[in-house]
């Protein structure tokens, strides 16, 4: 099985840092893609930043310039940096990764348990 362990959300003051951690584990061959989601209460899930398979990230648009993905796929990490953080940054943020689990399947989404962020005064 594979699982997807986050760490690093919490309540922050409008302007600031947080860090988001994950790390895969269990049985995995091959990591292609890793990143995070959110979702605010009543709006749906939402990409926030993902690595693609031709090593580059992607963000989206209200993050770009104050979130930075970075991403280990040797280690099967991926930590989002969160700056300048804004009352519209308030979501639970999932981390997610198309792994290749076994040698008779492909690629497939994985998902970590979300971890909260408020931005708040």
């Known amino acids: 099985q594979v699982q997807l362990v986050e760490s690093g959300g919490g309540l922050v003051q409008p302007g600031g840092s947080l860090r988001l951690s994950c790390a895969a584990s269990?049985?995995?061959?091959?990591?292609?893609?890793m990143g995070w989601y959110r979702q605010a209460p009543g709006k749906q899930r939402e990409l926030v930043a993902t690595?693609?398979?031709?090593?580059?990230?992607n963000y989206t648009d209200s993050v770009k310039g104050r979130f930075t993905l970075s991403i280990d796929k040797a280690k099967k990490t991926v930590v989002l940096a969160m700056n300048s953080l804004k009352s519209e940054d308030t979501a639970v943020y999932y981390c997610?990764?198309?792994?290749?689990?076994?040698?008779?399947?492909?690629?497939?989404?994985?998902w970590g348990q979300g971890t909260q962020v408020t931005v708040s005064s």
């Open positions: 997610n990764a198309r792994i290749r689990a076994s040698w008779f399947a492909g690629f497939g989404d994985y």
């Open positions: 269990g049985n995995i061959i091959s990591v292609w893609t």
């Open positions: 690595s693609t398979s031709g090593g580059s990230t």
